[in-house]
């Protein structure tokens, strides 16, 4: 290069576009967007009367029952004949339903931030190691840890049959052992045979300490698990495990999931808490997956691999920072979805144990009195979870405008 | 986005609110004002196809029923759900019937007279009466049908067939049945012998469960006897036609009845489980009659004089019941507490509507041994704290300790002695007959106990296979609600079946013991005399009313709702209501 | 590509017995038993022990333990699960606890029944997703466009069961226009040929019937429909706003080619790939919304009718349609990735 | 002579979320029938916008044409509405692309994409478009070609899309073809080919061919006339040995500087011109050049510069200093020799 003058390289900053993180430009970007804000409006009106309702306006449901005003159309001013204001009338129980839509804010919440935790956590580690350990392959730390699990979740198998737990324990250390002996054994033909052998062994001897055929069984069991072990699982196969798992839990009507993953844990919001957010789980492991993929060709992730720094350290310095935005706005619309399956649940009479005020259970206990003409029973909770969904929609739908590198170029 | 499309989205919201706002205006005045609206009905808001409506002349010639569930089955001997008997009552016969509107038996295909000791009866059958299929009816076929449910090795008493009723009614199967030998005399005449006196026979025998079918359908039928594919045959007033599975179960008149001849030729039994879309059907014209009905459709529906009400005399009851191994619970005054602490009488009227009675007794009203004397509990919360104080609480009750180890259906302990668990009050996760929205009914007695110092807890303990399983294995821990619908007329089907068993804790019944209370039942059931019979399950009566065994809440008139054209149609106590008698005016 | 697809169905196999696994484990671990579920109040323990002995529930859910150290083998493989399997195998759903017919049977009335919803709202979804996210696309930022994204957003905002509420209290207890619930007017009956009443109406000639079937067909499947609309619009309009920024796009027009034949003939084809993708994963969405749509308008398909069979523990039928749905599921999948070759060049699976 | 093509005042403008974009700011020129002129410039000073501004292919908003007038074959293309301007595309002027990778369809046949503009333009049926096309095929020297027409784009490589892309623009024998950096994407030697192929093809048609590129050297021996621009502005203008030879604008010699040069006598180092362009949101007032400019006085920071004659007819330039100007004093104002 030519030396140059020293008052052109001051001269020319002005020249040059000043420079935007692009967290902060995302935030530019959703401040421009009305339909955002709108959303964040909407969305900050819903937390402040959610969170102000629970923790600063006293309501009992418990005690909360006056046969003279039940099913009250709303009433505006309280006059003579039509004493009490209830801008949104009144339930069965003569229960305001004012007080407990707004009350009802509170639960949607707590289910939304919870279920979506749940399938985020899980679901985007999920994701992450899928992706991660497809393109990159483990070393030897990591196998270890995945072929002990391999063979102690094989190993209850066995351990079930025979009720030896301690034989899971067996099947682990034959996990370890085949990556330990993995160079050594690497050309040695019979290697399968070995394992299927020890494996046979280990579940067989045990077995036997119990009968016979107990004893036959597991062995048989054991030299299965011993075939499936003796060469170390890759990432790839790793991963692929990973998502046909995933594609099970997605091939069942989510409600349906959900429902039985009631059924199963019992009645209850935080039960449908849990059930809503396992079955949002694939979506976002989907989701983690396809972005750790793309992420991990790009050459900064190549590079600092190849100054060799730990996978953990690529994995959240460098991989995970930049499938974020994906995931927050998948997050984002995920708190409006998962609201509306609490909902659901509710309507079926699975989710708020009564008389807690839940806006699902709140319609499904009203709707049947909507031949009588009772409208406001089932409107405004209606109301209610549209506008909050409609807000963390609108939101994420703005985040996603602003967080896409596409829309950064024109 | 540009600016017009904020507004674009307020506009819609705005339009969208307003829309509804206008509508639920309207709504409000629908129930006040439907004479206005109604009349013009069959013009205006007719939805059902022109294809149906061509039939439509002066006097229709189709009855409409809606209900909420489809039958089971159509082989009345092996089902248990009422909507099975709506319509086998219609196709099959039994040997006697449950006169119109009442619980006391008649004559129907036979009429039987018993010996002194009520052991042997002899029946006389009707002569000349044909099956739909042509089969004659006579003793070998009632035979057939008595032998066939009774014994585990008939041919045709198939091993995926429970035959329940008989079991529960004649003692067993096989050698535990009561009736031990069907005895044919000649082709019409035949002999029931028992093994013990037997006070309700007639009106077991007129039970829907004991229709006779034809023998040679069920053994052509096989086991697809009672099912869509196979139908059911009798003697009854109308022939099976067809069953859309879940929709529709449509019959035709028998015109060769040997009864009274049906005076509609058409019956379609009609599945609209919701109890508000069934309501609009009826209200629509689409069904002429229905069955179950939320309070406020009621209130609509006696606006409106296009409708009438029937209530059939509610043979149930519903109660709220204490589990026995909860230590507070042992002790009557907690229970009286809360007797007095719940308002019975608002709950009936709010949730029941009109059609409920507050109960007294376990006993419907006007059944052979109700008991008339015992007092309704008084609704006075300070009563009730007064008497919780007395019993050691005078600071209300929101904990309740375990008495002894509970253990679940596979014997492993799920409650430990000393155990405090938060006292739970267990609702119902379904509407049944007896109860009307439970759920509101739960959270209301939940309201009241809590304003009363008990700080119960509304426990949901899963749905309805759950909740009932939990009460089989006596594991509801706390208060639960439910409730008894009879089979027959008679009291045995009520009190003798609860507490019959109670020499030892009843699991089923939250492990209530009480031997004395057991042999009254145990002797009651036995006795011939009726008036013997009435003294002992009153007795009974006052016994439980004493102990505040349990507290009884509720008789639940069904509600039938039909369109005023028809007429003829009675309700009836138990069993199905015969259609035969329905016909339309205009 | 028959390779490919033989080897997709193949692959296939895995997951299903995966899904047969997992129901069974739900079955296992959910409480309440079918036959007391069956018997109800009146329930005695001989006939609920009779029930579970005569549908095998008395057997252990996957493999008996005790009888293999009883040294009893068949008896160790003698379980619930591989009962079933065995009757799977011969294409045999088994029979309801609570009716005591076959699965099967059931199946074929109340498929049809969801079928035909699903269908319906699939088209309406279609119908409008399609052009309108064209239309909005190639508008952008225009009050259409606008209206499009927030009309989209309100879409997948609204409950569909509310929706469903609100339909009925508008058009059936208000208006009185539409009926309530159910296929079909009392009496009506239209002959079976699928047994998807539209159809079969319009087949043997019954326009009174289909009259009457598509007033009971059209509330619940707007209901169903407005999520797949809300989705497959947004879809069609993000994704053609990608293609549009494609330079073949400006080739295009550079040739002078109307903005119609530029949309239709160039965009959309590329724009439609993801659009697929989407359609696939909807019918997953409408067979689940299935289940909230028939419990309000009393729909006699099988969604409302898996619901009752959880609640009334009949399992067989829960296992017969969750698998059923299951299959659905994966074979449109199948689809999917099929109509990816046949539009896109590049991608072939030879 | 009548021109083929006049351009005057042309501007246009980007409305965009930061401001507006000044892509093209007022540029006016002339082209002869056959003339081939080459643009010239570093990336983002605007050459494709304006030729794009030409066919009307600017999305309108957020992109905004505004010109005294765009005229040619007779009338103003601002003018025309819709179905006429399309009639002009393809048809009159036809556009080759940068990315051969990007500019063809993946979804239709090569055939299929020449042939559309000839069925619609040429009013051909499918049969005679197909023939055509394989002409043309033939014609860019495309190997096999009967087979080629079937093919997918992804079935081409790089150097056979672009005579593929070409192939198409001529299908309707343009009066003027413009050919956007249409070799920056391929490799060297790739590179000549198209270029050998264009100026026969030019020379064969006898066709007007506006060369846009960031490259001096390649224009350098195609083009009779070179426009220079530089931040929407063109700042030279002339033939191209007069560009060459007597370079007038401190950024023309900066671009000739920065290419290596045969003639030179070795040793001469290159030079560079350092900085970046300015934003074209909020233009400088005075010359756009300034900031990077070794010969910027206060003038220059106050009053923009216009086109005016430097010495030879039709050699223009847009700058206070031009007199001064050559390449051995810029050589010394950036201290390039010793």
Not at chain 2, 448 to 473: H, I, K, Q
Not at chain 4, 52 to 77: H, K, N, T, V
Not at chain 4, 201 to 214: C, R
Request: net charge negative; proline share 5%; hydrophobic share 45%.
């Amino acid at each position: 290069m030519s030396t140059q003058m020293p008052e052109v390289e001051v001269l020319t900053d002005f020249a040059v576009r000043e420079h935007r993180s692009l967290w902060l430009d995302a935030w530019r970007r959703l401040k421009a967007s009305r339909t955002a804000m709108l959303g964040l409006v909407v969305v900050a009106v819903f937390l402040l009367s959610a969170v102000g309702a629970h923790f600063f306006w006293n309501y009992n449901a418990k005690t909360d029952l006056d046969y003279s005003s039940k099913l009250l159309p709303p009433n505006l001013v309280s006059t003579a004949e039509k004493p009490g204001v209830h801008i949104f009338g009144t339930d069965k129980l003569g229960r305001d339903i004012f007080t407990r839509v707004v009350h009802g804010g509170w639960n949607s919440l707590r289910v939304g931030l919870v279920a979506v935790s749940i399938s985020l956590i899980i679901g985007c580690l999920l994701g992450l190691f899928a992706g991660f350990f497809e393109s990159f392959d483990m070393n030897l730390k990591e196998k270890l840890v995945l072929m002990c699990g391999l063979g102690l979740v094989l190993g209850l198998f066995p351990a079930w049959i025979a009720r030896q737990w301690y034989q899971t324990l067996l099947f682990g250390g034959l996990g370890a052992a085949s990556v330990i002996l993995e160079k050594k054994l690497a050309y040695v033909k019979l290697r399968p045979v070995m394992f299927a052998a020890a494996g046979a062994l280990l579940g067989g001897l045990s077995g036997l300490l119990l009968a016979p055929l107990v004893g036959l069984v597991c062995a048989v069991v054991g030299l299965l698990i011993g075939l499936l072990l003796n060469k170390p699982v890759n990432g790839k196969a790793f991963s692929s495990i990973t998502m046909r798992v995933m594609d099970i839990l997605l091939s069942f009507p989510s409600y349906l999931l959900a429902i039985a993953i009631v059924a199963f844990l019992g009645p209850g919001l935080e039960k449908g808490m849990i059930a809503i957010g396992v079955v949002g789980i694939p979506v976002y492991a989907r989701l983690a997956r396809s972005a750790v993929l793309s992420v991990s060709q790009k050459e900064y992730v190549l590079a600092s691999q190849s100054v060799g720094e730990g996978h953990g350290r690529i994995l959240f310095k460098h991989v995970l920072p930049n499938i974020l935005s994906p995931i927050i706005v998948q997050a984002t619309m995920g708190l409006a979805s998962a609201i509306l399956s609490a909902a659901a649940l509710g309507f079926l009479g699975l989710g708020a144990i009564p008389p807690e005020p839940e806006w699902g259970a709140m319609l499904g206990d009203s709707y049947k009195f909507l031949s009588s003409g009772a409208w406001w029973a089932v409107l405004f909770p209606g109301l209610a979870i549209v506008f909050s969904v409609l807000g963390f929609n609108l939101l994420g739908d703005g985040l996603r405008d602003a967080l896409d590198p596409k829309m950064r170029i024109n | 986005m540009k600016r017009k499309t904020v507004f674009t989205v307020f506009g819609l919201l705005i339009v969208f609110s307003m829309l509804l706002a206008a509508c639920a205006k309207t709504g409000t005045e629908a129930p006040a004002a439907p004479a206005t609206e109604v009349p013009a009905a069959p013009a205006t808001e007719e939805p059902a196809a022109p294809a149906t409506e061509e039939p439509a002349a002066p006097t229709k010639d189709t009855f409409i029923f809606g209900r909420g569930a489809d039958s089971v089955q159509l082989d009345p001997s092996i089902v248990t759900d009422g909507e099975s008997f709506r319509v086998t009552g219609q196709v099959l016969d039994s040997l006697y019937k449950f006169d119109q509107g009442t619980t006391n038996p008649v004559p129907a295909l036979a009429e039987c007279t018993a010996n002194e000791d009520a052991t042997v009866w002899s029946c006389k059958l009707l002569e000349g009466v044909k099956f739909h299929d042509g089969t004659d009816f006579n003793a070998d076929a009632v035979i057939f049908n008595f032998e066939r449910w009774r014994f585990t090795t008939h041919p045709n008493h198939y091993a995926s067939q429970v035959f329940e009723y008989y079991e529960a009614m004649w003692g067993g199967f096989d050698d535990a049945s009561i009736i031990t030998e069907v005895k044919k005399v000649d082709d019409y005449n035949l002999q029931f012998v028992l093994s013990s006196p037997m006070a309700p026979f007639l009106a077991n025998l007129a039970m829907d469960m004991f229709a006779i079918s034809s023998p040679t359908a069920i053994q052509k039928a096989g086991e697809a006897y009672g099912t869509p594919a196979g139908g059911c045959v009798g003697t009854g007033p109308y022939k099976f036609v067809s069953w859309q599975e879940g929709t529709e179960i449509t019959l035709v008149s028998n015109e060769d009845y040997w009864g009274e001849k049906p005076k509609v030729k058409n019956v379609i039994v009609r599945v609209i489980p919701d109890d508000s879309a069934r309501f609009l059907a009826l209200r629509a014209g689409d069904i002429d009659a229905l069955e179950q009905a939320v309070v406020e459709d009621l209130a609509t529906a006696e606006a409106d004089p296009n409708l009438q009400i029937l209530t059939r005399p509610g043979l149930n009851t519903s109660y709220l019941a204490f589990n026995f191994k909860i230590k507070e619970f042992q002790d009557v005054r907690v229970r009286e507490a809360v007797a007095h602490a719940i308002d019975i009488e608002g709950l009936i009227s709010n949730f029941f509507g009109k059609y409920g009675t507050v109960a007294k007794n376990l006993l419907p009203v006007g059944m052979l041994g109700y008991n008339d004397s015992i007092d309704y509990w008084e609704y006075n919360p300070e009563l009730s704290k007064s008497l919780l104080a007395d019993a050691g609480f005078p600071n209300g009750l929101s904990e309740v300790t375990i008495a002894e180890d509970v253990q679940d259906a596979d014997g492993n302990v799920v409650y430990t002695a000393g155990q405090v668990i938060p006292l739970r009050l267990y609702y119902m996760p379904v509407t049944r007959f007896y109860f009307p929205s439970a759920k509101e009914v739960g959270e209301g007695i939940a309201a009241n106990l809590t304003a009363a110092g008990f700080n119960v807890e509304l426990y949901l303990e899963g749905d309805w296979p759950t909740y009932l399983g939990s009460r089989r294995n006596g594991l509801l821990m706390g208060l639960y609600l439910l409730g008894w619908g009879g089979d027959n007329g008679d009291p045995d089907n009520f009190t003798g079946y609860f507490f019959g068993s109670g020499t030892e804790p009843i699991k089923r019944e939250g492990w209530y013991q009480n031997a004395e209370l057991a042999a009254i039942l145990q002797e009651a059931v036995t006795l011939p005399d009726p008036a013997e019979r009435a003294k002992l399950y009153s007795q009974a009566e006052q016994i439980m009313h004493d102990e505040v065994m349990r507290i009884w809440l509720g008789h639940n008139n069904t509600p039938l709702i039909l369109s005023a054209k028809v007429q003829g149609y009675t309700p009836q106590p138990v069993g199905a209501e015969n259609f035969e008698y329905v016909f339309f005016s205009n | 590509m028959a390779k490919y697809i033989l080897q997709r169905l193949i692959s296939v196999i895995p997951t299903l017995i995966g899904v047969t696994l997992v129901i069974f484990l739900f079955q296992r671990l959910i409480p309440g038993d079918p036959a007391v579920a069956m018997l109800g109040e009146h329930a005695t323990e001989e006939n609920v022990a009779r029930i579970r002995e005569q549908f095998g529930l008395n057997r252990p859910a996957f493999l008996d333990r005790d009888a293999l150290v009883e040294g009893d083998l068949p008896g160790f493989f003698d379980s619930q699960y591989v009962r079933y399997f065995n009757r799977l195998l011969q294409f045999d759903l088994g029979d309801s606890i609570h009716r005591r017919i076959p699965v099967a049977e059931t199946l074929k009335e109340r498929f049809p029944a969801t079928l035909e919803l699903a269908l319906l709202s699939m088209f309406f979804a279609l119908l409008i997703g399609i052009p309108v996210g064209i239309a909005s696309a190639s508008r952008r930022n225009s009050w259409l466009d606008g209206t499009t994204m927030i009309g989209s957003l309100l879409g997948v905002s609204i409950p569909i069961f509310w929706l469903g509420i609100m339909e009925i209290m508008l058009f059936s207890v208000f208006l009185k226009w539409l009926p309530s619930g159910s296929r079909l007017s009392p009496g009506v009956s239209i002959t079976p040929i699928t047994n998807l009443l539209l159809l079969d109406s319009l087949l043997t000639g019954n326009f009174a019937g289909f009259w009457d079937a598509f007033k009971h067909i059209i509330m619940p499947a707007v209901a169903l429909a407005t999520i797949p609309t809300a989705i497959i619009t947004r879809m069609t309009r993000s994704s053609m706003l990608d293609v549009l920024q494609e330079d073949y796009i400006r080739t295009a027009a550079a040739k002078g080619l109307s903005e119609r034949v530029v949309l239709y003939r160039h965009a959309l084809k590329n724009a439609f790939l993801p659009v697929i993708t989407i359609i696939g994963i909807q019918v997953g969405t409408l067979l689940a919304g299935a289940v909230l749509t028939e419990t309000i308008f009393s729909w006699p398909g099988i969604g409302k009718w898996v619901y009752d069979s959880i609640l009334g523990r009949d399992y067989p039928i829960v296992q017969g349609v969750t698998l059923l749905i299951a299959v659905i599921f994966l074979f449109v999948n199948l689809l999917v990735d099929i109509s990816y070759a046949l539009l896109d060049p590049r991608i072939s699976y030879d | 002579m009548e021109p083929l093509m006049r351009i005057s005042e042309l501007h246009t403008r980007f409305h965009t979320q930061d401001g507006t974009v000044n892509a093209v700011n007022g540029i006016s020129y002339a082209m002869q029938p056959g003339e081939v002129l080459g643009v010239v410039g570093e990336s983002g000073c605007g050459k494709s916008v304006h030729a794009l501004s030409i066919l009307r292919l600017i999305q309108i908003p957020p992109g905004e044409i505004d010109a005294r007038e765009i005229w040619f074959g007779g009338r103003d293309l601002l003018k025309l509405n819709d179905g006429d301007i399309r009639k002009v595309r393809g048809r009159e002027i036809a556009m080759v692309f940068q990315d051969p990778m990007s500019s063809l369809n993946p979804v239709y046949t090569v055939g299929f994409q020449i042939s559309e503009a000839l069925m619609l333009h040429k009013n051909m049926n499918k049969q005679q478009a197909r023939e055509r096309a394989l002409e043309l095929l033939n014609l860019v020297g495309i190997p096999e070609a009967r087979k080629r027409l079937d093919n997918y784009p992804h079935q081409f490589s790089g150097g056979m899309r672009q005579r593929a892309m070409i192939a198409m623009a001529l299908s309707c024998e343009p009066k003027l073809l413009i050919a956007d950096e249409p070799t920056t994407a391929l490799d060297v030697t790739i590179q000549a080919q198209i270029i050998e192929l264009v100026v026969r093809l030019q020379q064969e048609l006898g066709m007007a061919v506006m060369w846009i590129t960031h490259d001096l050297g390649i224009v350098a021996e195609m083009a009779e006339n070179i426009n220079v621009m530089y931040a929407g502005f063109i700042i030279e203008r002339g033939k191209a040995h007069e560009i060459y030879h007597q370079t007038r604008h401190p950024y023309t010699l900066g671009l000739l500087g920065s290419l290596p040069r045969i003639d030179e006598a070795p040793g001469t180092k290159l030079i560079s011109i350092p900085g970046l362009p300015p934003d074209l949101i909020g233009l400088p007032q005075g010359c756009p050049f300034f900031a990077r400019c070794a010969f910027r006085e206060e003038r220059c920071r106050l009053e923009r510069p216009v086109l005016e004659e430097a010495g030879s007819t039709g050699h223009t330039v847009a700058c206070w200093r031009w007199q001064e100007i050559d390449a051995e004093t810029l050589r010394k104002a950036v201290g390039g020799a010793q």
